[in-house]
């Protein structure tokens, strides 16, 4: 996908508008590095409405699979994304304050009218990854350390 697709959040919102996005590891630059690896695709959409109290909200949904680097044992292992989020659209500073101090579990965002939604779902997929990614426990693999001589009381013997 090369086209950017720039929305005005409130006019996406009161449209009721949804896009859906297909995204590969060329979509996500900030992503795809040498410790996580799209596996296929990761798909993304993107839906804008009100609340019932008229407040203008994005929910965005992902999910794909990934591959990251464990940080215990430095292999590959799959990790499935199955991220849901609402985000509650203020349309200034000080109605983001309001909503922020209603329920701290809410999301809210500043009103845009230019906002990038590839870069908005590669923020929210960044935020989803695990902070130090690992193997469930027992899975990793220890590293097996190959002597080559018989001399154990040589310390440098592994620093070949």
């Given at each position: 996908m090369?086209n950017?697709i720039i929305?005005?959040?409130?006019?996406f919102?009161?449209?009721?508008?949804?896009?859906?996005?297909v995204l590969t590891?060329?979509?996500?630059?900030?992503l795809?590095?040498?410790?996580?690896?799209?596996?296929?695709?990761?798909?993304?959409n993107?839906y804008g409405d009100?609340?019932?109290?008229?407040k203008?909200?994005l929910d965005v949904?992902?999910s794909?699979g990934?591959?990251?680097?464990c940080?215990r044992?430095?292999?590959l292992y799959?990790?499935?994304i199955?991220y849901?989020?609402?985000?509650i659209?203020?349309k200034?500073?000080?109605q983001?304050g309001?909503v922020?101090e209603e329920?701290?579990?809410?999301?809210?965002?500043?009103a845009?009218?230019?906002?990038d939604?590839l870069n908005?779902?590669?923020e929210?997929?960044?935020?989803?990854l695990p902070m130090?990614?690992l193997?469930d426990?027992g899975v990793?693999?220890?590293?097996?350390?190959?002597?080559?001589?018989?001399?154990?009381t040589?310390p440098?013997?592994?620093?070949?």
């Open positions: 090369t950017r929305i005005n959040t409130l006019d919102t009161r449209k009721g508008k949804h896009q859906k996005f590891r060329a979509d996500l630059p900030r795809t590095d040498e410790a996580v690896l799209v596996n296929d695709e990761i798909e993304a993107v009100r609340e019932k109290d008229g203008p909200f949904d992902i794909g990934l591959k990251l680097t940080q044992c430095l292999d799959d990790f499935q199955n849901r989020s609402r985000f659209i203020a200034n500073e000080s983001l309001e922020g329920e701290e579990a809410i999301n809210t965002i500043l845009e009218t230019e906002l939604l908005f779902i590669e929210e997929l960044l935020l989803a130090v990614p193997h426990e990793c693999v220890k590293p097996q350390v190959f002597v080559e001589t018989s001399d154990i040589n440098f013997i592994g620093l070949k």
